[in-house]
């Protein structure tokens, strides 16, 4: 059986088990790896994060994108990775732009994280953050639309974890994204079957 592992408090996994759900994969099987040491995380991945997808065969394949690419693949292709060219590429881009928010939204908590109170990078934090207004602000301009694919599932993590860890600022100025949002949970059963971040 392929076998996921990831964290549910991790955007990244989060994106990983919400398309392997929607998917309807039963094949794939979830497992918590909050509990596992980083050397066993190194064995499988040499950078030691997650998510992993681990195959029949034990293979490896990380990271997030390439997990949802196997699994739109696994499901058939052209699931949540469109066909048509054009929705395809605005799909991955979308996925890009959200991991991006993403990654600057994490690095913002891990410099408070990681440092000192006194070693802690005010001009660092204000560099990120203006990633993620800016990255957020782009996607509010034209929210996404159609059927749900690797961007919208990638972008749904990222608020939600923007929401934990930096504030739910974008809330203030993002009314489209808002409500966006609230129409995907209420749309994508898949998305409620998970613990929040």
């Known amino acids: 059986m392929t076998k996921l592992r990831y964290s549910p408090g991790s955007p990244f996994g989060r994106k990983a088990a919400i398309a392997a759900r929607h998917l309807g994969l039963s094949q794939v099987q979830f497992i918590d790896s909050e509990q596992d040491s980083d050397d066993r995380i190194r064995k499988l991945n040499p950078l030691g994060k997650i998510p992993l997808l681990v195959l029949d065969d034990d293979s490896v394949i990380f990271d997030s994108p390439v997990i949802l690419e196997y699994l739109d693949a696994l499901a058939g292709g052209g699931k949540i990775i469109p066909t048509e060219q054009k929705a395809r590429f605005r799909a991955l881009t979308l996925e890009a732009l959200a991991d991006g928010i993403l990654e600057a939204a994490i690095l913002i908590a891990y410099e408070s994280r990681w440092h000192a109170p006194e070693a802690v990078s005010d001009k660092w934090i204000a560099h990120q953050q203006a990633k993620v ?65």
């Open 133 to 197: 207004d800016a990255g957020v602000a782009e996607i509010e301009k034209n929210p996404p639309s159609g059927p749900v694919d690797v961007g919208q599932i990638t972008l749904v993590c990222t608020l939600d974890f923007l929401d934990k860890r930096n504030g739910g600022k974008w809330q203030k100025t993002c009314p489209k994204l808002v409500a966006w949002r609230e129409q995907f949970r209420k749309n994508t059963p898949a998305y409620s079957t998970l613990p929040p971040i």
